[in-house]
T-cell receptor, first 109, second 113 residues
Framework: GQSLEQPSEVTAVEGAIVQINCTYQ??????LSWYQQHDGGAPTFLSY????GLEETGRFSSFLSRSDSYGYLLLQELQMKDSASYFC??????????FGKGTRLHILP | DTEVTQTPKHLVMGMTNKKSLKCEQH?????MYWYKQKAKKPPELMFV???????INESVPSRFSPECPNSSLLNLHLHALQPEDSALYLC????????????FGPGTRLTVT
């Protein structure tokens, strides 16, 4: 089966950097994705890592270590609008996306 | 056009009602999905359509009936729902089933009374 672990909540200050970790256990691994969801909104795709290493997209970066079954999302220069829930997700061998329970990011002014 | 649209935005229905949720995308995506999301929980996959054929049913009760009339449209027919079915129902699409990036619609907030 699949399981993904991520912290339930993280708090950071505006302008700072925050890292949201995700560890996973899967029967077969086909990549780690990250989604952002604001309250009342739809999930929005942020990034994908299929291979080890860092992927950077503007203020957001995502890292993957397949040997450690671990990844993280790094958010830099935090803005109040980054307050949202962040989900890591993996694809299983049936091409289904399985979401982690989500990390609620609180940003303090 | 990178948008997935869903109607209605909100729906209140009684346990004996029949209603339908609609989803549309014009990105040429060949895979479409229905998810259910409860408050403060992750989206849970319900159904996957690939090239207009149902490819995954995650053991969803028969009171939920999906339909894919064409490659741009996805419906979810609801009948005899229970109060615990109240949730946000999200539609998503991707280029194909193997695609890792899914585009989500804004969802339909369903309340069953």
């Amino acid at each position: 089966g699949q399981s993904l672990e991520q912290p339930s909540e993280v708090t950071a200050v505006e302008g700072a950097i925050v890292q949201i970790n995700c560890t996973y256990q899967t029967s077969g691994f086909y990549g780690l994705s990250w989604y952002q969801q604001h309250d009342g909104g739809a999930p929005t795709f942020l990034s994908y890592n299929g291979l080890d290493g860092l992927e950077e997209t503007g203020r957001f970066s995502s890292f993957l270590s397949r040997s450690d079954s671990y990844g993280y999302l790094l958010l830099q220069e935090l803005q109040m609008k980054d307050s949202a829930s962040y989900f890591c997700a993996v694809k299983d061998r049936d091409d289904k996306i399985i979401f982690g329970k989500g990390t609620r990011l609180h940003i303090l002014p | 056009d990178t948008e997935v649209t869903q109607t209605p935005k909100h729906l209140v229905m009684g346990m004996t009602n029949k209603k339908s949720l609609k989803c549309e995308q014009h990105m040429g995506h060949r895979a479409m999905y229905w998810y259910k999301q409860k408050a403060k929980k992750p989206p849970e996959l319900m159904f996957v359509y690939s090239y207009e054929k149902l490819s995954i049913n995650e053991s969803v009760p028969s009171r939920f009936s999906p339909e894919c009339p064409n490659s741009s449209l996805l419906n979810l027919h609801l009948h005899a729902l229970q109060p615990e079915d109240s949730a946000l129902y999200l539609c998503a699409s991707s280029q194909g089933r193997v695609s890792y990036e899914q585009y989500f619609g804004p969802g339909t907030r369903l309340t069953v009374t």
